[in-house]
């Protein structure tokens, strides 16, 4: 099994794309041109990261913003995948401070990645949209996410990464998707023996009001029936959080890509009762 490093370097290269902020109601607002570039040097011990962001289309023009960083190791809020993909994010959530959760999918020349957003009092504000080509590729953006296109049955497996133990625990998974009316849906989760389930209610034309059930017999009671929202994004992409977090309450927040037509992707970040990350798990599941 590869090392976190070695699936950190998994996305190497020059990633040109955007960067889009999205309302708590899944609207797109502004978007930024951007080029980040991951370059390995020192024979693979070092990871030479910049970030630069553009004022306008033209991909020739300076940039506004121009930020560069060096990796030798990494912190335990971001935690990688056998992919390349990644989870990071906050690693205890406090009174009074804002909170966040980034994800990251890669596939091949395309990368999709999110980050939900929260504000001081605990309440979901928003989201940016990170879509990115390998620089010179001919990688073509996913469709806008929709309720058909989850529709069904799905089966794959779940790689889970304890906060105390790097090595992912595997299960297998069963997703069953219904929209019985197309204003509604249901989102059965089975992952090993316990099982989530989402109900929601379509609130407008890209977001659902829903609520969490946790149906594991190892889930704390208030974890049971939070209100939430689930958001369908471009690129085929979903996030799903609860509507208010707290340091007080269990809960989850999870992003997806539809990576293509049969393969969906989710990572989903847990957090226990008192606030404190308790793991990542990053769930494949193709199409059945």
Known sequence: MASQWQNFQRNLGAWRGSFTDVDAQGQPLDATPSLLTLSSAEDGRVVHFRLQRFGGDDPSAPPTRDFAQEYRSLGRQ??????????????QLAPATRFGAEYGFIRGDRRHRLVQLFAEDGGFDSLVLIREFRDGSAAEERPLLSLEQLSGSWEGQAATIEADWPTPTLQQVRIRV???????????????????VVKGRRQGARCFGCSLEAAAAEAAADEAEQPA???????????????????????????GWLQSADRWLRLIRRYGPSGEWLSATLITADRR
């Open 78 to 91: 971001v935690v990688f995948f056998d992919d390349g993909c990644f989870s990071k994010g906050s690693l």
């Open 178 to 196: 219904d929209q019985p009316d197309g204003q509604s849906l249901t989102v059965e989760t089975d992952v090993g023996v316990a099982c989530s």
């Open 229 to 255: 929202r689930l958001l369908l994004l471009p690129d085929g992409g979903l996030s799903l959080t609860p509507l208010h977090v707290s340091h007080r309450r269990a809960f989850s927040v999870e992003a």
